[in-house]
């Protein structure tokens, strides 16, 4: 068989793997909770000219409305598509991200060992599971295209073509920016990434570092208008401090499901400084975890595992160049030695993968029944919400105060149960002013 059949073999038992677990836990069958309401309101109400408003109370990802827009137009009331299409754009990430990894690493072993272990990681389960998480499962993927881009630059056939996909990738690291805020890291991982495996240095394509940094100053721009008045930043919800090393290190700790306490933090610090020193290939995947969890850190609520999608990249990368990186070199010393090296690998990765699926599958399940009590809490507020009164505006009052649903979300959820996005939703004030 030759290398692109290889290839794209290993792939498709990496997807049918990553496929299957959450097949199997049932992610089809979840429901919604939360900010899932909100958004498939602003997919409903999507309109075009409606992009270019920029508020100053919420944050601004006008490509995750375009998301939800279509989705709403290809799913309308089943839940069930919303979950499937998270999942398959989860999919096609680990399709480049095992694209990016070959074309990197020039290592078919690394490409499919860093793409599954990324594809069985249980600690961002919430951003497949979670509609809403959509966000950061677009602001991912076009990460990866972006970068996959820049390294398709390296070897294009004529100009045209090195300039076209210069293009791709600004404009897929724009796409990515305005899903997601984290996103704001693919400049620094876009050099790391030159420095490592690039022909050159980025500065000296200067059409597409300029790009980029246009790129990142228009999204830094709209950011702060979006943002002067979101609580999370006016009621200092998210603030640089001691917190966020903490939170770093609990992150970091996460991605290898270890326990969450000091000796963990030494260890996995040690072993960070392991690969950061290994070899380019362990030093871009560290460095990209490293910087890719640093906008995470801020945030004072604690760690949430929907924030672990895009550093458990770099993790999982930096795991399976370290394991081809030990098998190369014990193989110098002859075959049989090979032959060692071969049988380790493949055993010592194996345990990686079936250790992560062994979490992987309880925290997808985990993830699915969490959203049970909001579909209890939806079927209650459809069989005993008051019909309109005054036109189009429905009264909620205080008997429907729930400890877990806050007052925020009953509005989009009831509209959404009643598939009608122009009713007005009054709050009892009692129940607000409780909470």
Known sequence: MNPLGRSAVLLVVVLAIGAAIYAAAGVANAYLAADDFQWLSIGHAFTWSGLLRVGGDRFYRPVVEVWFAGAVAACGPATSCYHLLNLALHLFTISLVFAMALALFRDARAAFWGALFFAVEPAYTQAVVWISAVSTLLATCLYVASLLAQAGSWRA???????????????????????????ITLPVVSWLMWREFGPESLTKRRTLAAGLAIAAGVFALATVLANYRNPAFSEAQYAIGAHAVRSGLGYIVSLYVGPSWWAAWVVGGVVMAVLLAAAPATRFGALWLLVTVVPYTGFRWGNVSRYEYLPSIGFALAVAAALCAGADRLARRGDRSRRIAVAAV?????????????????????????????????????????????GRVVEIGPSFASEFVDPMYVGPMLRWLRHDFTLQIIIDRPWTARR
């Open 157 to 183: 056939a004529t100009e045209a073509r090195r300039r076209a996909a210069e293009a791709v990738a600004v404009l897929a690291a724009a796409g990515a920016m305005f899903s997601h805020e984290a996103a």
């Open 346 to 390: 493949f055993l010592v990765a194996t345990f990686v993968a079936v250790r992560f699926v062994r979490f992987d599958y309880p925290s997808i399940t985990s993830q699915v029944q969490s959203l049970e009590p909001w579909r209890a809490y939806a079927e209650r507020l459809a069989a005993e919400a008051p019909q309109q009164v005054a």
